[in-house]
T-cell receptor, first 116, second 114 residues
Framework: AQSVTQLGSHVSVSEGALVLLRCNYS??????LFWYVQYPNQGLQLLLK??????LVKGINGFEAEFKKSETSFHLTKPSAHMSDAAEYFC??????????????FGKGTLLTVNP | KAGVTQTPRYLIKTRGQQVTLSCSPI?????VSWYQQTPGQGLQFLFE???????NKGNFPGRFSGRQFSNSRSEMNVSTLELGDSALYLC?????????????FGPGTRLTVL
């Protein structure tokens, strides 16, 4: 069964500092991987996705993530944090085949706070 | 282009009652998925519909059910509500089947069971 582990339920950074949110996955087949962001009282917004093309994926708002098969990781980074980045971030995985192709399995989420 | 809309946004029910939540997908989208979000369990997949057919179902009891109409709008129903059903219920729509297509999420319906 596929699963996602997000290391650190809460990450705090200073404005302008590097943002690094960690995600490790477990999947029996090469997966699709996603990062979503959720602002308070809102739904989820897709930041970026990996679908077995380039291993370095660039997303919206200056975020990017690198797929590392050997480490089963898909960490999310941003060189310089903005106050507007404060939100909860979710990593998700989806297998490519069979019925599970139509669902996302999410990690528990990482709450990012940005200090002025 | 209008986004995914969910109604109602907030709902308060008592144990034992039933509830119906509604989701209107983005125009042209044929796939609708439902997720439950709680502080303890996080985001969990409920079910996915495509062209009025349920194609995948998560690990939830039979009290949770859903359907999709010919215009792709979807409803989910929870019968005999329990306190643990209190959650944010999120609906997501995508153009077609398969998670390779971006899923667009609605703002959710916050259900409180007293």
């Amino acid at each position: 069964a596929q699963s996602v582990t997000q290391l650190g339920s809460h990450v705090s950074v200073s404005e302008g500092a590097l943002v690094l949110l960690r995600c490790n996955y477990s999947s029996s087949v090469p997966p699709y991987l996603f990062w979503y962001v959720q602002y308070p009282n809102q739904g989820l917004q897709l930041l970026l996705k990996y679908t077995s093309a380039a291993t370095l994926v660039k997303g919206i708002n200056g975020f990017e993530a690198e797929f590392k098969k050997s480490e089963t990781s898909f960490h999310l980074t941003k060189p310089s944090a903005h106050m507007s980045d404060a939100a909860e971030y979710f990593c998700a995985v989806s297998d490519l085949g069979g019925g599970s192709n139509y669902k996302l399995t999410f990690g528990k989420g990482t709450l990012l706070t940005v200090n002025p | 282009k209008a986004g995914v809309t969910q109604t109602p946004r907030y709902l308060i029910k008592t144990r034992g009652q039933q509830v119906t939540l509604s989701c209107s997908p983005i125009s042209g989208h044929r796939s609708v998925s439902w997720y439950q979000q709680t502080p303890g369990q996080g985001l969990q997949f409920l079910f996915e519909y495509f062209s009025e057919t349920q194609r995948n179902k998560g690990n939830f009891p039979g009290r949770f059910s859903g359907r999709q109409f010919s215009n792709s709008r979807s409803e989910m129903n929870v019968s005999t509500l329990e306190l643990g059903d209190s959650a944010l219920y999120l609906c997501a729509s995508s153009l077609a089947g398969g998670t390779i297509y971006e899923q667009f999420f609605g703002p959710g319906t916050r259900l409180t069971v007293l």
